[in-house]
């Protein structure tokens, strides 16, 4: 079991690895619209990389950061362009169901551009918030400012975790007691990270109660 899973993560390693920093840039693109390829399992290994003295570390965030805009950006252009009545209607097909536009209109609603920036570090909600955006049409120059910030410090601290859990483990790919010795000797960041990441959930569902109530019959 233990060797399955070193194999698998040895495999996405080398494809991170192999595709570079136009990799990062293009998987950070799908994950800031529809597609399920979270920054977690990508910026993390170009970061281990960058540890190893093959990619530079602050080019790997401006990667992406860089995709992440270029992601956020289509979304909004998307639906500015087609309107909520083909967002709505198409929106399941990826991974878009009305229950989670709504939210992210409330959120929007509520919270504004500077929403976009606090979304853009919470888990399910960054990469849907920019469909709101555009469907309310918000400035455009001010959206991809709150994006660009608010992409760019998620980024970096997922860097920044990838160097102080994974940096100092050169023999990750070759030996699956590494994978065990980063999981020993550094349960403490993971522990850590697992905590941040909870805290955030809890973060977004709150607002978003929020502002479901704000927008509760007999609310004004």
Not at 25 to 45: D, G, H, K, W
Not at 193 to 217: C, D, I, K, N
Request: contains cysteine; proline residues 6%; aromatic residues 14%.
């Amino acid at each position: 079991m233990e060797a399955s899973i070193h194999h698998l993560l040895a495999l996405w390693m080398k494809f991170v690895a192999d595709t570079g920093y136009f990799g990062v840039f293009v998987m950070m693109i799908l994950e800031s619209t529809a597609f399920p390829i979270p920054a977690e399992i990508v910026i993390p290994p170009a970061a281990y990389w960058a540890a190893q003295g093959r990619f530079n570390l602050w080019l790997v965030v401006i990667s992406a950061t860089c995709g992440s805009w270029v992601g956020s950006a289509l979304s909004y252009w998307v639906a500015d362009k087609v309107g909520r009545p083909l967002v709505e209607r198409y929106g399941k097909y990826v991974l878009l169901p009305p229950p989670k536009i709504a939210k992210a209109d409330q959120w929007f609603d509520a919270y504004g551009s500077g929403g976009i920036f606090v979304a853009r570090l919470l888990p399910a909600i960054r990469h849907v918030i920019s469909i709101p955006a555009g469907l309310f049409e918000m400035n455009f120059r001010r959206f991809s400012i709150m994006t660009i910030l608010g992409a760019g410090l998620y980024n970096g601290a997922l860097a920044w975790f990838g160097i102080k859990v994974l940096g100092d483990q050169p023999a990750l790919m070759q030996n699956p007691n590494a994978m065990i010795a980063v999981l020993k000797t550094k349960s403490h960041w993971l522990i850590a990270f697992a905590v941040v990441v909870g805290f955030l959930y809890w973060l977004m569902t709150w607002m978003q109660r929020r502002a479901s109530e704000r927008h509760a019959p007999g609310r004004t």
